[in-house]
């Protein structure tokens, strides 16, 4: 996935929400202005060429001093939301580094 493809999709509404990644964003207490504000602002943190559920990626984006990431796929030629959520410690010692803790390995997710 690239990140021009990812903001282009996100200007022309062209993007979705899993079930998932909703629960997740209400979790976290996040707004679906901060997620889109942290797509146009992010980079893409780690590539997953295939899942199983075809390409996504690991976007990292602030919305204001928030760090959020966001992991997005495909659903036909929209940008697919698969998850949401603020990294922290274990798993993530800042928001652009995995933790060393029994968790980091797993992801986030």
Not at 31 to 50: H, R, S
Request: proline share 6%.
């Amino acid at each position: 996935m690239d990140i021009e493809e990812i903001r282009s999709k996100v200007r022309a509404n062209q993007y979705v929400y899993t079930l998932h990644a909703d629960v997740e964003r209400k979790v976290e207490g996040l707004t679906f202005a901060q997620i889109e504000e942290a797509l146009l602002n992010g980079e893409i943190l780690e590539q997953y060429p295939d899942t199983g559920r075809g390409e996504s990626c690991l976007v990292v984006g602030f919305a204001g001093a928030t760090p959020i990431h966001i992991v997005c796929g495909w659903r036909g030629d929209r940008v697919a939301i698969i998850t949401v959520y603020i990294p922290r410690p274990p798993k993530f010692t800042d928001p652009w580094t995995r933790g060393r803790g029994k968790d980091a390995t797993s992801g986030a997710m």
